[in-house]
């Protein structure tokens, strides 16, 4: 089945600690997104790649880094920078000829920060 | 003023109700037009796809998009419980190199 696949589901961290989050589709979509979802604040934009080799942060990337080596990967590294990372994470892709418009989900990484 | 407003409600409503979900914007730059439904713990699902002003109806859901406005609707008709969710509007202008501005979510219930 064609999708995008984020794992984990439920992450913990330590402060102080990096982790990164997996973002994998096999949809052929050339542009990715990495969003964060907090209680209150719908969905914000952290970084967004629209090709191999290229992305651009979004508002609210610092504490944050990804890297696009491959058209189906978009990891996400929280840093230890990130202040506040517990929160609920959603990785993205649009289809090519739609980078701009829409966007199709994954079912999220919960990141807790114990 | 944000870009994009969206009342979060809890919005409450029996079983076979008509539900009315909105969302203004301030960019009139904006042309194409989303709502996701989102249950809880889970990532968005696309639910209707609109570019420009107009309607756009599949099944018991129907979009409307008003740009003299900047108001855009979410009808959704004979509600049922499954239909209860968060519902977030999107939209972008379409230009390379920018991405979708969501709305914060409105929750909605429906109850039988």
């Known amino acids: 089945d064609g999708g995008i696949t984020q794992s984990p589901k439920y992450l913990f961290r330590k402060e102080g600690q990096n982790v990164t989050l997996s973002c994998e589709q096999n949809l052929n979509h050339d542009a990715m997104y990495w969003y964060r979802q907090d209680p209150g604040q719908g969905l914000r934009l952290i970084y967004y790649?629209?090709?191999?080799?290229?992305?651009q942060k979004g508002d609210i990337a610092e504490g944050y880094s990804v890297s696009r080596e491959k058209k189906e990967s978009f990891p996400l590294t929280v840093t230890s920078a990130q202040k506040n990372p517990t929160a609920f994470y959603l990785c993205?892709?649009?289809?090519?000829?739609?980078?701009?418009?829409?966007?199709?989900f994954g079912q999220g990484t919960r990141l807790t920060v114990v | 003023q944000k870009e994009v407003e969206q009342d979060p409600g809890p919005l409450s409503v029996p079983e076979g109700a008509i539900v009315s979900l909105n969302c203004t914007y301030s960019?009139?730059?904006?042309?194409?037009f989303m709502w996701y439904r989102q249950y809880s713990r889970k990532g968005p699902e696309l639910l209707m796809y609109?570019?420009?002003?107009g309607n756009k109806e599949d099944g018991r859901f129907t979009a409307q998009v008003d740009k003299s406005s900047k108001y855009i609707s979410l009808f959704i008709r004979d509600s049922q419980p499954s239909d209860s969710a968060t519902y977030l509007c999107?939209?972008?202008?379409?230009?390379?190199?920018?991405?979708?501005?969501f709305g914060k979510g409105t929750t909605l219930s429906v109850s039988s």
């Open positions: 960019n009139s730059a904006f042309q194409y």
């Open positions: 609109t570019y420009s002003s």
């Open positions: 999107a939209m972008s202008g379409g230009q390379a190199g920018t991405a979708l501005i």
């Open positions: 993205a892709s649009s289809p090519p000829g739609r980078a701009n418009t829409e966007a199709f």
């Open positions: 790649s629209q090709i191999v080799n290229d992305f």
